[in-house]
């Protein structure tokens, strides 16, 4: 790869100034990192970095404040989108670049939250130490193609620019002066992007792994006199993972020439994530002038690559997977050792390697203390404790072992180049190639159309590559099939190299299908991509087969089955219906049992809740009255489903079916209209009137303005979803949360549903003579700023009608609805 001079040096002068940095909150004792490897050759033609350093780019902000970025090289492209995005998102990226960074303690103290000794921060940055982020960013910022090195070096100077420009002062309030908000590297942001590879992962496992060191050692010490640092945090808090702590799912079609009215390729993008916080999608359109132009959303932090969108000739869209992405690797230890300290692996003794790593946490105004520790590691990688589950020392069945964690995504490099190459794509044919060379999707499955009316789905997640043959062992082992079970984690074992992961599963061997009618996931396996070709024969570690699907993929799948408008065959305009359309399955296969049920009462223990589902339309609008009843129904059942007719792996999308008119489900009906009436709710009140939006201002309050919002859940089997997701949204930065009602998304403080998660970048596309032609929304609006224009826009769009919007691609539509453009310009010498 050549790169000129100047910006070898560059480079070279980020990832100094930028350790230098970092010395006095994260030194450690690395072991000698790998050598660079050569990145892929520039495609034709793509000027990567900008001619002399001389940066220049257009945004053009359309109604919504959606900007479209265009630039004569990827350099100049990233500037223009670095600095749009800081303009409407700052606060988030600031934060995630201290949290990846391990610099949480320093800047907020050791716990998230106050005074509370939950030492959060601590376990957070010692986490990201041990996990190694930052090195692998370093090493890794030299493997990428030359083309995405100069988007992220570009959009690090255009965020920069935006700070500059705009003065910390005066920025969204939410973050202004704070002292955690600092310009920001190439390195920071490709540490960002590790940090964001391990989110289905590792990520969720800095708990364990702060705990894991031997019996007979302090967890941490003073770095300046070597004594143990007590903690207030309990480690028995600290239990298995979740490892998809957002719930994030989505909904995503592709629907081909056999099934589109049209004969070209038709596509449903419809990703559930959370409304605030470090998964916040923001909208945007790029251009490179005879090279790129693409239209479409990414996560926060994506350097000027569209994750989910568009270009003239595909169309694209993900799921969250249900594969494994990490494994868990049980070591026996060495009895001859009594530190505890080596393992055996292939009946050889192996010594742990250790890496000492540094933290400063402030304990006080303007006061720190320099928090050390030290992180074990095995050849499956690192050590973790999970008491009374993953202990270091006799386990469950009374032998002595330890546990170690390989995550597939440490490191991945692969990222940002497999989304430009989806970017990049001109056909099916050219988008699948990119999961041959790439395997950087991490945690998502893939859904595609083309043009022409392909239609291609893989599970693009990097999966830990262990043999066939071991894994044919593994299946049939009790002790691992038992500690999987009891865990609900992938644990093999740590004593035999034939259970050492190869990499990740190449492409080949990937879940994938490719047709002319339809590809689809809900979150379900890849297994019913296609009923009609069920997908199986791969390693388990990409999830089940045979499995009773949800109710909202059997949504899907009926709604797929029940064909389109035009004599069975799909418009665009039957794609958004069914996308906002808000019907939702259970109310489909129950209402009318359930109303039956009503009728046969004797009493009038549940004539209130018989009442206001006598008056339901079956649907989750904002006048759906009723509503509410049937999701309070919905989450009793779904505790204790009563289904007359169990599941069949042999009919799984009409199994189970027809409800069990019994005494439970008169139970669950007497339990949910209690809920309601003891909230202090009407139990015929409309959903709008108890579904709401509130968003929170600056300094985390709530706005006051609650916003009727229809939508279903996952509850009761909706396709549109919508709900409260009052946990951790990934950042520091304030939000109001209502207490939810046990059992339920209800609150009885908040007079309802506060919806905080669910659809957000959603859109529905078609091909056309004329290219592609889009409706889509996103739902919270662009901008995080309380003070921004378009803090709320399209979520007032939303609300007053689901509803979506043209989405511009052509360049006479954007010209045509340009409020705002700029001509940016600077220089990266």
């Known amino acids: 790869m050549y790169t000129p001079k100047f910006k070898r040096s560059l480079l070279a002068t980020l990832v100094l100034s930028s350790s230098l940095a970092l010395a006095a909150c994260g030194d450690s004792e690395p072991d000698t990192p790998p050598e660079p490897e050569t990145p892929p050759p520039a495609p034709s033609g793509l000027v990567a970095f900008a001619p002399n350093g001389q940066l220049d780019a257009k945004i053009q902000w359309t109604d919504y404040g959606v900007p479209y970025v265009s630039a004569d090289n990827m350099e100049s492209l990233g500037y223009g989108v670095g600095y749009a995005f800081a303009q409407d998102n700052i606060c988030i990226l600031a934060d995630q670049v201290v949290k990846f960074n391990s610099q949480r303690g ?8 106050p005074g509370s000794g939950d030492s959060e921060n601590i376990l957070t940055d010692f986490g990201f130490l041990t996990l190694g982020i930052r090195e692998n960013a370093e090493v890794g910022f030299e493997q990428i193609s030359e083309e995405t090195q100069a988007l992220i070096t570009g959009y690090a100077a255009g965020y920069n620019r935006y700070l500059a420009d705009t003065g910390v002062a005066n920025i969204d309030p939410a973050c202004a002066n704070a002292p955690w908000v600092q310009p920001i590297t190439p390195i920071d942001l490709m540490t960002y992007a590790q940090g964001v590879a391990l989110l289905p992962g590792a990520a969720n496992f800095t708990g364990p792994l702060f705990l894991a060191v031997p019996s007979n050692q302090s967890i941490v010490t003073d770095a300046a006199t070597g004594e143990p640092v007590p903690l207030n945090f309990d480690p028995q808090s600290v239990g298995i993972p979740d490892t998809n702590p957002t719930e994030a799912g989505s909904n995503g079609w592709a629907i081909g020439k056999d099934l589109s009215a049209s004969g070209q ?3 449903i993008a419809n990703p559930h994530f959370p409304h605030s916080g470090n998964q916040r999608f923001w909208q945007f359109g790029i251009e490179v002038p005879g090279h790129l132009k693409v239209v479409g959303g990414s996560l926060s932090g994506m350097p000027g690559i569209i994750n989910i969108g568009f270009n003239e000739d595909v169309a694209w869209t993900h799921t969250f997977s249900t594969a494994s992405r990490f494994t868990i690797h049980r070591l026996t230890l060495d009895t001859n050792d009594s530190t505890g300290t080596t393992y055996l ?9 250790t890496k000492t790593h540094q933290i400063r946490v402030a304990n006080g105004p303007d006061s720190y203390m320099t928090l050390r520790k030290t992180s074990y590691y095995s050849e499956f990688g690192p050590l973790i404790i999970v008491p009374n589950a993953l ?36 056909s099916i044919a050219e988008y699948k190639q990119t999961f041959a060379d790439f395997t950087g999707t991490v945690f998502n499955n893939a859904m595609a159309t083309d043009k ?36 609900g984690l992938f644990i093999f074992p740590g004593d035999d190299s034939a259970f050492m992961p190869q990499g990740t599963v190449p492409f080949a061997q990937a879940p994938q299908l490719e047709r002319t009618d339809f590809v689809q996931n809900s979150n379900d396996s890849f297994w019913l991509t296609n009923p009609e070709a069920p997908i199986s024969g791969v390693s388990p570690l990409w999830g089940p087969v045979g499995n009773q699907q949800s109710l909202r993929s059997r949504l899907g799948q009926k709604m797929l089955a029940e064909g389109g408008s035009a004599n069975g065959l799909f418009t665009r305009a039957d794609l958004v219906d069914r996308l906002i359309g808000n019907r939702n399955y259970l109310g489909e296969a129950i209402l009318t049992d359930l109303l039956a049920l009503c009728d ?46 169990p599941y069949n792996p042999e009919l799984p999308l009409t199994t189970p079916h027809t409800l069990a008119a019994n005494e439970v489900v008169v139970q669950q009906l007497a339990a949910a209209q209690q809920r309601i009436i003891g909230a202090g709710l009407d139990i015929n009140a409309p959903l709008g009137s108890v579904q709401f939006v509130e968003k929170s201002l600056a300094d985390g309050s709530a706005s006051g303005l609650k916003l009727p919002w229809g939508g279903a859940h996952n509850i009761e089997g909706g396709f549109n979803v919508f709900r409260s997701n009052m946990g951790n949204d990934g950042t520091v930065l304030p939000r109001h949360r209502y207490p939810l009602l046990p059992g339920s998304d209800l609150s009885a403080a908040a007079g309802g549903y506060h919806i905080t998660y669910g659809s957000s970048w959603m859109f529905a596309l078609e091909f056309t003579d004329d290219g592609p032609v889009a409706e889509g929304l996103l739902s919270y609006s662009q901008s995080s700023n309380s003070e921004s224009d378009h803090f709320i826009d399209q979520t007032l769009l939303y609300s007053s009608e689901p509803q979506l919007r043209p989405l511009y691609f052509h360049q006479a539509d954007i010209d045509a609805h340009t409020e705002v453009e700029l001509q940016l310009t600077g220089s990266s010498q």
């Open 600 to 645: 046969a009462q004797t009493t009038d223990v549940i004539a209130p809740a018989c009442g206001a589902l006598a008056q339901w339309d079956g649907l989750m609008n904002v006048d759906s009255v009723g509503a509410m009843v049937f999701r309070e129904f919905a989450f009793e059942f779904n505790r204790n489903p009563q289904w007359q007719v």
């Open 345 to 353: 692996l292939d009946g050889e003794p192996v010594k742990m390697t």
């Open 452 to 487: 022409d009316g392909n239609v291609f789905f893989s599970d693009g997640s990097s999966v830990p590559n262990i043999a066939p043959e071991a894994l044919a062992v593994w299946s049939q082992h009790p002790l691992y099939q038992a500690l999987t079970q009891q865990s």
């Open 106 to 113: 320093y800047y907020h103290g050791p716990d998230a939250v």
């Open 265 to 267: 390729g038709m596509l």
């Open 391 to 426: 202990p270091w020392g006799n386990d469950a069945t009374g032998q002595v072992a330890a546990y170690a964690l390989h995550d597939a995504n440490l490191p991945n490099y692969e990222l940002f180049d497999h989304w430009f190459g989806m970017n990049r794509a001109s």
